[in-house]
């Protein structure tokens, strides 16, 4: 029998419980992991973002900026959503909302009722642009269109708008901040270059980085060090405002003059070298002063590293306090090593987290195992596997780039470890895989306020170590039988 | 004019010069655009009262999605023992990824698959086209995934636009790999949306699905629960209850759905419709072509749910009559418990909706079982006859919003305060950071179910803890 189509009509064949059994075994064994590392169109749980969910990360940054989507309008919801669930704070943008008639005629009328209906509503001091994957594909000419936009009168001649090109099918969403960091900045230092003039200031620049808790630890760092300072991209307001019966809908962000002017600072610091890679390489040429790229200062060395450069570029010595809250920290560790001292860890993420914390894990005698990263390079794996052979706890580490969490998922199956850090995405694996997973990576969306407490410098090594630790812990007494029950731990 | 619900401070005037101040803030050409989705109630209305499933006005903060999160999203995702893959850019499958709380059953990965699958398209795929791509991208999911009932292939916004024929190729790999592929052009630049979406994934149903499989038995209470996607498990609360009516439910869509069970969908003696906004397509194409007729129902409160449950037996014999009035005689008293918790500590509290599909007029009902009042109302995504719907449902001139822009309820919310708003995440912290208490309504805030009798003591606990929650009262500092 067949019905009007030509196809067969089949009996409702629900899965047997045998069937679902014999697969569920199947897909832990090395043999499915070898069919699933043979993968190659495929993707399966990938843990990156498209690009222009960074740039949105990054506008957010500014000053009185909105975050404006150029491309279909479910794609700024998609943003909105995502930094919303993570940061449980408003993420206002919004979008030209472009149709099936902009495919035939471009989206400049879009963009141009877009902007002025924006400006009318919600009074941005800027408006950063970018695109999504419609006037990608179809090659819209952001330059033109906003010289247009401004010449028609639907822009204000003063009003900034940098623009940034993120196509979704490139990259991941720390190249969408690239490009938009670089773009904003580009628009706001033009014809600021001031010979001679130094503002003293160190600009400084975290990227990618979804934790908040981690901003206002760098600006106390740069406090009790008494450096002057810009920090470019500033989200620590915009995601993390007070509840004071107020709704302000730029809560934050680096001010714009002060990023204009940053052009003439005196050094540039970026602790991203992926995720700002491209706008780090635009300021050495065009900003004054000393230019320093480093990884994120996670764990005891990096965090030295980058304190040490912070004395070198101010010359002047790391402040006692600081160095009371190093020895603090590595009291912390002596004090809770026993609890991870040999305990094996899969790690994934963005690229700039991944050696922070390859490099924290090794400083614990934690054995990173499986380093995973869904968009990854060559150099990142270089600079990883430099980690690994830096330590004989690194031994048993294997780099794997462009890989998914389905292919994480085979190889804690078939070579099981302790222990999990990553982002929420992770929890399936984790679950499967019956091991604790530590949310240090963006994004959360199902434990609250994780993003507020930091996990750079010192305490943030305390407060990761802490964490662990803890967990282990918790596991013991949650599984030992009652003889082993004990009050002390 | 019959007796209407009213609210006290609220006329037609009134409501029209909130509305006006609203758009003052407008060009004249975006306030022209947006006015006519604006408008006090009238429950007499014969017509629409404002207009709807038109363009976004671009730049107002919308909150609407797309063509893709309309199917993906919607219709496609809950459908647990299917591959549904995100054809195009890593991007909007990762958004989509587990973020709407549509429940399944099944193994992750073995037999369901509440998973994020793309083509990830890159550079080199735009320029020479994704089809062969997703050729070898369907091999290998029927090699790793042998269990999946079958494939839904969903398009994002490069596929159509690049030109690819992704209806011929996945013609042939079903062929080829014997099993449902289900391919659906829902690029997201594709009408005004997600509501064109979800009519897509319809006609996806209606030309791959439907008719292509057959129950093993047929009995005279077979029905399908059409338009329930089981958020927070309300599939699970309404199915025990249909059943304990003497129903037989033998296929959920699509919530917690079955492919197969969805397929055979046309042997079924009734489709009961919760979200009519989303599957109303579909329950048209099975009543023309297989007879089968629909009813709608509102599994929202016991008030609805005791009119639903009749409204139901009434096309049925003694046996489920009798079955509904025992179910009611059994659960109305309990709900009555609950009532008698809930509504002293919220009578009289006013609410604001806004959100899609079927809840900004299907739990109108429930919060005034709790003795609240609506005090205005919209959707993101709705039609005509939505609002037409909507009309009788809400009180005397109370605002009626479509597509409603942020700086809209905004404006709304500061006028009206109301003592609890009911809408998305993007809408969550804007009123929460006012000090106003908030529901996600589309996703039951991470609780639920909400449906039924199972879900409507969640539902008033839920109510009563955002509204009673001591946190609010230090939002203002002393000082």
């Known amino acids: ?212 808790g981690n901003y206002r630890e760098y600006k106390r760092i740069f406090g009790e060090f008494g450096i002057p300072y810009t920090f470019l ?29 940053s052009i003439n600072g005196k050094a540039t610091l970026t602790v991203a070298p992926y995720a700002t890679s491209k706008t780090f390489t635009w300021i050495k040429e065009q900003y004054s002063g000393v230019h320093v790229s480093m990884p994120m200062p996670m764990g005891i060395a990096k965090t030295d590293a980058f304190l040490m450069k912070l004395a070198e570029l101010y010359e002047r010595p790391v402040p006692a306090s600081l160095k009371a809250e190093r020895g603090r920290a590595v009291d ?33 005698g934690a054995v990173p195992v499986h380093i995973l990263c869904s968009k990854g390079s060559k150099k990142l794996e270089r600079e990883l596997q430099g980690l690994l052979d830096s330590s004989p706890f690194g031994n048993d580490g294997k780099c794997y780039m462009n890989r998914d969490l389905w292919h994480l998922r085979s190889l804690l199956k078939t070579e099981p470890v302790d222990a999990m850090i990553g982002d929420t995405h992770g929890k399936f694996a984790a679950r499967d895989a019956k091991i604790p997973l530590f949310r240090f990576g963006f994004p959360i969306f199902d434990r609250v306020n994780l993003h507020r407490r930091p996990i750079i410098g010192y305490q943030g090594t305390i407060n990761m170590l802490t964490e662990i630790c803890n967990r282990f812990i918790d596991i013991l007494d949650d599984t030992c039988d009652d003889r082993h029950f004990e009050m002390m731990r | 004019m019959s007796a209407h619900k009213t609210v006290p401070g609220i006329t037609r005037a009134s409501t029209q010069a909130m509305i006006d101040r609203a758009l003052d803030a407008y060009p004249e050409k975006g306030r022209a655009k947006r006015a006519p989705h604006l408008t006090p109630n009238d429950p007499d209305a014969q017509s629409p009262c404002v207009k709807s499933n038109r363009k976004t006005v671009p730049g107002v903060m919308s909150a609407r999605g797309c063509a893709y999160a309309g199917a993906k999203g919607v219709v496609w995702g809950p459908i647990g023992d299917m591959i549904h893959v995100s054809h195009g850019p890593v991007g909007c499958g990762w958004y989509s990824w587990g973020t709407r709380r549509n429940l399944v059953s099944g193994k992750n990965g073995v037999s369901s698959f509440a998973m994020h699958f793309t083509s990830d398209f890159q550079e080199k795929d735009i320029v020479y086209g994704g089809d062969k791509k997703l050729s070898v991208l369907l091999k290998e999911a029927k090699e790793l995934f042998p269990l999946a009932k079958g494939v839904s292939v969903l398009s994002e916004c490069p596929v159509g636009l690049i030109g690819d024929d992704i209806n011929a190729t996945t013609k042939r790999m079903a062929q080829e790999l014997d099993m449902p592929i289900i391919p659906c052009n829902c690029e997201g630049f594709r009408g005004v949306s997600q509501s064109l979406g979800h009519h897509l994934s319809n006609d996806s149903i209606r030309d791959y699905v439907i008719e292509t499989r057959e129950f093993h038995q047929a009995g005279p209470y077979d029905i399908a629960l059409i338009g329930d996607y089981n958020i927070g498990g309300d599939v699970w609360a309404v199915k025990p209850l249909l059943e304990e009516c003497g129903f037989n439910v033998k296929a959920t869509w699509t919530g917690d759905g079955r492919l197969e069970e969805i397929a055979a969908t046309h042997q079924v003696k009734l489709a009961v419709i919760h979200c009519y906004r989303s599957m109303n397509y579909m329950a048209r194409v099975m009543e023309e072509k297989y007879s089968i007729p629909w009813l709608e129902v509102n599994f929202f409160g016991p008030t609805k749910i005791k009119q639903s449950l009749r409204k139901l037996a009434e096309r049925f014999d003694d046996t489920i009559k009798q079955k509904v009035e025992a179910a009611i005689a059994k659960y109305d008293p309990e709900m009555q418990k609950v009532i008698e918790v809930y509504r002293p500590r919220l009578e009289g509290k006013k609410v604001m909706l806004y959100v899609g599909g079927l809840r900004p007029r299907h739990t109108v009902g429930a919060y005034e079982d709790l003795g609240m009042v609506v005090v205005g109302t919209g959707y993101e995504f709705a039609h005509n006859d939505d609002y037409e719907r909507t009309a009788p449902e809400m009180p005397e001139a109370t605002v009626i919003y479509d597509d409603a822009s942020e700086y809209e309820l905004e404006k709304f919310v500061h006028e009206l305060k109301p003592d609890l708003v009911g809408s998305g995440i993007k809408e969550k912290y804007v009123f929460q950071k006012m000090g106003v208490p908030f529901r996600q309504m589309h996703s039951w805030d991470y609780s639920g179910p909400y449906h039924a009798y199972k879900g409507f003591p969640i539902f008033a606990r839920d109510i009563d803890m955002a509204i009673n929650s001591p946190t609010w009262k230090f939002v203002r500092a002393p000082f």
């Not at chain 1, 993390?240 to 680096?254: A, E, K, L, Q, V």
């Not at chain 1, 004090?335 to 305990?343: P, V």
């Open chain 1, 1 to 212: 029998m067949a019905n009007e189509h030509g196809f067969k009509i089949k009996p409702v064949t629900p899965i047997s419980p045998e069937e679902e059994a014999r697969v569920a075994a199947w897909i832990d064994t090395a043999e499915y992991r070898e069919k699933n590392f043979a993968r190659q169109a495929l993707v399966i749980n990938p843990a990156h973002a498209c690009q222009p969910l960074g740039a949105h990360l990054c506008a957010a940054g500014f000053e009185g900026t909105l975050p404006f989507v150029h491309g279909s309008q479910g794609c700024a919801s998609y943003y909105r959503s995502t930094l919303s669930r993570h940061f449980r704070e408003p993420a206002p943008a919004v979008s030209d909302a472009m149709t099936e008639d902009g495919a035939v005629f471009g989206g400049q009328n879009n963009l141009h009722e877009g902007l002025e209906n924006c400006v009318a509503l919600y009074k941005p001091k800027m408006i950063a642009v970018f695109t999504s994957c419609m006037p990608e594909v179809i090659g819209d000419d952001l330059t033109t269109f906003i010289k247009n936009a401004r010449s028609k009168g639907h822009l204000p001649a003063d009003l900034p708008t940098p623009f940034a090109n993120t196509p979704s099918f490139n990259g991941s969403h720390v190249h969408g901040y690239d490009s938009m960091l670089m773009a904003i900045l580009q628009t706001l230092t033009e014809g600021k270059a001031m010979e001679g003039r130094c503002t003293g200031k160190l600009n400084f620049i975290a990227g990618f980085d979804a934790n908040t």
């Open chain 1, 233 to 261: 991209a500033d989200i620590s307001e915009t995601f993390d405002s007070p509840n004071d019966g107020i709704y302000r809908t730029y809560p934050g962000g680096t001010p714009l003059v002060e990023a204009a002017d």
């Open chain 1, 332 to 364: 912390a560790m002596t004090d809770a090593q026993q609890y991870m001292h040999g305990k094996r860890f899969a790690v994934y993420g963005d690229p700039d987290m991944l050696p922070g914390y390859v490099s924290f894990l090794l400083e614990m």
